[in-house]
């Protein structure tokens, strides 16, 4: 079985500052998948960023890019120039798909709130 | 109506009741899911539907009954449930089921129901 676990429950940043939530992970699979997603009050689940176990390159989109440390299974994401929208809450969620059934577990998430 | 909706908000129910929870999307969307929230819980994906045919069974027990009559409604079925099956049951569209797995679509979640089982 994998798991996913956030050891920050809440996590606060000022405005244009950069912020790092953790995430660490278990998995006895050798291939699998990495992501964030941002949950804003609206509820909506956005898919922030996506990290394939096998490459070593850490992934970026924009302000957001992730520390992967596949040695140590884990996963930071580092939001640069914090903007009040990226307000919300952050789920870390791993992946593994074996022959076409595939598994996804999040961790219990981080709520992130912008200090303007 | 727009997005996506669940009924009812707040259920309490017996280990021994038969209910059922509702989810209607309105966004034209043809992928549909069930998610458990528990407290201080990892967010569990147990069901996915596509086109209304379920895709993606994550090991739930057999107390939890999914059904897709149609690509705007899924229910949850609930049998015979235990006390630490309560928890907030939140329901999602998405124009793909790749959406959990995909950065190139987004799931719209609904407010979800609050479940008590006494």
């Known amino acids: 079985a994998q798991t996913v676990t956030q050891s920050q429950p809440e996590m606060s940043v000022q405005e244009a500052e950069t912020v790092t939530l953790s995430c660490t992970y278990d998995?006895?699979?050798?291939?699998?998948?990495l992501f964030w997603y941002k949950q804003p009050p609206s509820r909506q689940m956005i898919l922030v960023i996506r990290?394939?176990?096998?490459?070593?390159q850490n992934a970026t989109e924009n302000r957001f890019s992730v520390n992967f440390q596949k040695a140590a299974k884990s996963f930071s994401l580092k939001i640069s120039d914090s903007q009040l929208g990226d307000a919300a809450m952050y789920f870390c969620?791993?992946?593994?798909?074996?022959?076409?059934?595939?598994?996804?577990?999040f961790g219990t998430g981080t709520r992130l709130t912008i200090i303007p | 109506e727009t997005g996506v909706t669940q009924t009812p908000r707040h259920l309490v129910m017996g280990m021994t009741n038969k209910k059922s929870l509702k989810c209607e999307q309105h966004?034209?969307?043809?992928?549909m899911y069930w998610y458990k929230q528990s407290a201080k819980k990892p967010l569990e994906l147990m069901f996915v539907?596509?086109?209304?045919?379920?895709?993606e069974n994550n090991s739930v027990p057999s107390r939890f009954s999914p059904e897709c009559p149609n690509s705007s409604h899924l229910f949850l079925h609930l049998h015979t449930l235990q006390p630490e099956d309560s928890a907030l049951y939140l329901c999602?569209?998405?124009?793909?089921?790749?959406?959990?797995?995909?950065?190139?679509?987004?799931?719209?979640f609904g407010p979800g129901t609050r479940l008590t089982v006494t």
């Open positions: 999602a569209s998405s124009s793909s089921y790749r959406a959990p797995f995909d950065s190139s679509y987004e799931q719209y």
């Open positions: 998995t006895s699979e050798s291939d699998y998948y």
């Open positions: 990290q394939e176990a096998y490459k070593q």
């Open positions: 969620a791993c992946l593994i798909s074996n022959f076409g059934n595939e598994k996804l577990t």
């Open positions: 966004l034209g969307h043809n992928a």
């Open positions: 539907y596509s086109l209304e045919e379920r895709v």
